[in-house]
T-cell receptor, first 119, second 111 residues
Framework: AQTVTQSQPEMSVQEAETVTLSCTYDTSENNYYLFWYKQPPSRQMILVIRQEAYKQQNATENRFSVNFQKAAKSFSLKISDSQLGDTAMYFCAFMKHVSSGGSNYKLTFGKGTLLTVNP | SQTIHQWPATLVQPVGSPLSLECTVEGTSNPNLYWYRQAAGRGLQLLFYSVGIGQISSEVPQNLSASRPQDRQFILSSKKLLLSDSGFYLC??????????FGEGSWLTVV
């Protein structure tokens, strides 16, 4: 079974600074997808960034970027120029195809990192 | 545009009462649909997923059930709620490009 580990239950950062959230995963698959989701106090689950395992280039979305190390099974999220609105729970997630002949995919989540951006 | 909606947003139900949470997707056809539960403000647990009408796979044996009566409709049900069923329930769907997006969520409190 796939597992996703986020070793930092809580983190804090000063506004305008940079912070990195860690994520490791365990799989024997070669093709899969990795995601970071953000869950603010409203509890809505919002996609932050997506990485395809077959792509060596790290994904970036504005202030958000990842460091994807496939051999090490590591997928960290870097938030640059942190803003107060970045305060949220961040979840790392792994997705793979689970059955042949169909299009079923399963998403497995880590337990999350609570990020607080301080003014 | 492609959107996902779930309701009700908040529900308070007595122990032993039935449950029905509904999720619908618009702007697409034959999506993969999922129900997740988030308890105690942490981690998401996959409860059910569906690849088509009438096709339901259960991840965790429990007091809940799911149904997919129409292509873009996914329903989470229970005949008799338990206190342990309280939590935040999220419906999700997989879009083209293999990315999963979530609905707004439903808070269930069993009293």
């Amino acid at each position: 079974a796939q597992t996703v580990t986020q070793s930092q239950p809580e983190m804090s950062v000063q506004e305008a600074e940079t912070v990195t959230l860690s994520c490791t995963y365990d799989t024997s698959e070669n093709n899969y997808y990795l995601f970071w989701y953000k869950q603010p106090p409203s509890r809505q689950m919002i996609l932050v960034i997506r990485q395809e395992a077959y792509k060596q280039q790290n994904a970036t979305e504005n202030r958000f970027s990842v460091n994807f190390q496939k051999a090490a099974k590591s997928f960290s999220l870097k938030i640059s120029d942190s803003q107060l609105g970045d305060t949220a729970m961040y979840f790392c997630a792994f997705m793979k195809h689970v059955s042949s002949g169909g299009s079923n995919y399963k998403l497995t989540f880590g337990k999350g990192t609570l990020l607080t951006v301080n003014p | 545009s492609q959107t996902i909606h779930q309701w009700p947003a908040t529900l308070v139900q007595p122990v032993g009462s039935p449950l029905s949470l509904e999720c619908t997707v618009e702007g697409t056809s034959n999506p993969n649909l999922y129900w997740y539960r988030q308890a105690a403000g942490r981690g998401l647990q996959l409860l059910f997923y569906s690849v088509g009408i009438g096709q339901i796979s259960s991840e965790v044996p429990q007091n809940l059930s799911a149904s997919r009566p129409q292509d873009r409709q996914f329903i989470l049900s229970s005949k008799k709620l338990l206190l342990s069923d309280s939590g935040f329930y999220l419906c999700a769907w997989k879009r083209i490009g293999n990315t999963i997006y979530f609905g707004e969520g439903s808070w269930l409190t069993v009293v």
